[in-house]
């Protein structure tokens, strides 16, 4: 809602909505109007259709509700993700309903209304869809509109602004009063096409989908083109106090708060971050009007049940170690300020306080931080967050912004069913909230690591110097576990710098780190009368100095973090077992394992754990045996190479070949809890090898 603000497209497709059935319709709709934050945020919203099937036991027509499930996203949802219910049966729903104090057994009702066994659970929102006599309803979130909504006078700016074609409804919580509220209205304003639901969002509706769609996005853009005209001319939260700092130092302070904040409220339940300096936020962070709107707190309950009563405004002047230095207070004040709202507003069968920290981190000059319990919440939290300043922007400047008051946000918070849909969640998976970072993580081992490490719910940062390999690493894994988990660096391990910035890189992406993976690796063989200078100080660079600078970065993060950490070295059976041809590395090699070990003596006070995997002869997908190196180690043995691997399977007492999944399945054990009393070890995966033997 700014001078560049562009109205809403209509994107309908006339000739591929006319190939589609009537729930596929709704389904198109759906992710049409799911596609634009600016119409409903993540999650957000519903939409509904009214559908004649046939019964699937007495063979009849009957009316069936589509409507949005529970959960999901109309914006990626497919067609299982809309509950089916008779219609007729939510209608004799109303005979049963005695009350406002039995609202929440009617949501236990709903699922005897269900159509043709639909496992999709049916949402607290299905009777504000039932009970519209209308055959398609849309429910958005778009932010011009809960501007609207969320200010002091939104009865009167709704109609100013919409006449008698959209009406307007004082609050009340989602559920079957609201329903029956929105019904009563219907039946009493017959042209209407539409409702403002105060502090919540908007109605609109429709004969066919097409219609409800295009009514959808002229109600929003009146209202974009509405605030385009107040607010010309006028400043935003009442003008700039503090001017934002160039992106890369806003980076960087990210990146050194984002730890900090992580080793405070990350104790009981790891945290995930993410770091938001868009236009929309450095327009308000930066603002006067900044410290009085961040505590009126979020107006729509989805933004919300997303971003907790409020944020924690962190005061920065320009020296971020004293916004450190401030950390412990500031969070401890937040907490206790939680902890009061949780008393003031608790019910006698309220569920137990839950997790009193703040969820969004406001920083002048710098941006927005937000902390979750995995990197799509968060991100999620702060796209909402993003949403509630479009709303406060448009509100606080045309009228007064309020927030949703404090008992009703509470009631929502910790309403009875939004905790049973909070104890149904299945447990996280072992590594959930843990960040990894994989160097050589575009190579065979490193990518197979992070393959296991993201199957058990990490974040991982995939860093190597093969820019081609990494991106195509770094897709693949995305596609399969999501874009949220994924993240590669380019880093020169040899380079100091480099290093440096690859971690704050990872940091600021994700907030922090818990398992380093040090994998980056070459590998050389000649006699060492022919062994140059230069292929020694490779090896060493790499495989010893290399190990030697991720090391260092990742003591210096787990310190600060204050969560202890996992260290997993990838050396080699060469590191213990000499070999003829191959100094130089089986040195370097060496060089790793005992790095390891007195990284082991080193960390243990804090925490931090550091073992080594040694691989044998892992040929499969590895970098190091496509070029030289296996042409060299065949020649040695007076092989070819294509003999090579039944060579090195007969070579070992199991008589089995390794491969990069058997690396990373150890990397798993000893960077889990599984290890968490393992440190200095060594781990043989090499199918057994006797002059390996680490006793």
Known sequence: MSAATKLLENRWDDARAAAMSEPERLLYRSNLLGSDKRITNYGGGNTSAKVRHADPLTGEDVTVLWVK?????????????????????????????????????????????????NPRAASIDTSLHAYLPYAHVDHMHPDAVIAIAATGRSRELTHEIYGNEIGWLGWRRPGFELGLELSRFAAAHPEAKGVVLESHGLFTWGDTAKDCYETTLRIINRAIEWFEGQLAGKVAFGGEVTAPRPAAERRRIAARLMPEIRA??????????????????????????LEP?????????????????????????????????????????YREGYRAYYERCR?????????????IYLVPRVGMLSFAKDKATARIAAEFYVNAINVMRGASGVDT????????AFDIEYWLLEEAKLQRMPKPKSLAGRIAFVTGGAGGIGRATAERLLREGACVVLADIDTGSLDAARAELSQTFGADQVRGVLVNVTDEAAVEKGFMDAVAEYGGLDILVSNAGIASASPVEDTTLEVWNRNIDILATGYFLVSREAFRLFRRQKLGGSIVFIA??????????????????????????????????????VNTVNPDAVLRGSKIWSGEWREQRAASSKLQTDQLEEHYRQRSLLKRSVFPEDIAEAVYFLSSDLSAKSTGNILNVDAGNQISFTR
């Open 264 to 289: 405070r409220i990350g104790g009981d339940e790891r945290k995930i971050g993410h770091f938001d300096d868009s236009d929309a936020v450095l327009q308000f962070v930066g603002s006067r009007d």
């Open 347 to 359: 019910h006698p069968n309220s569920p137990a306080v839950r997790d009193p920290n703040a969820v």
């Open 293 to 333: 709107l961040a505590a009126l707190g979020t107006s729509c309950p989805d933004h919300f049940l997303r971003t907790k009563i409020r944020p924690l405004v962190l005061p920065f002047a320009g020296d971020v170690e004293a916004v450190v230095s401030g950390l412990d207070a500031s969070i401890e004040a």
């Open 401 to 408: 912004y309020q927030g949703l008051p404090e008992q009703e």
């Open 69 to 117: 499930g529970s959960g999901g996203d109309v914006g990626t949802m497919k067609l299982d993700g809309f509950a089916t219910l008779y219609m007729d049966k939510l209608e004799r729903l109303r005979a049963i309903y005695r009350g406002l104090d039995q609202e929440d057994e009617m949501v236990g009702l709903l699922s005897h209304c269900t159509f043709d066994l």
């Open 572 to 609: 080699s059976k060469n590191g213990l077992a000499a070999s003829a041809g191959a100094s130089a590395y089986c040195t370097a090699k060496a060089a790793e394992i005992h790095l390891a070990r007195c990284l082991a003596l080193e960390g243990a006070e804090a925490g931090i754990r």
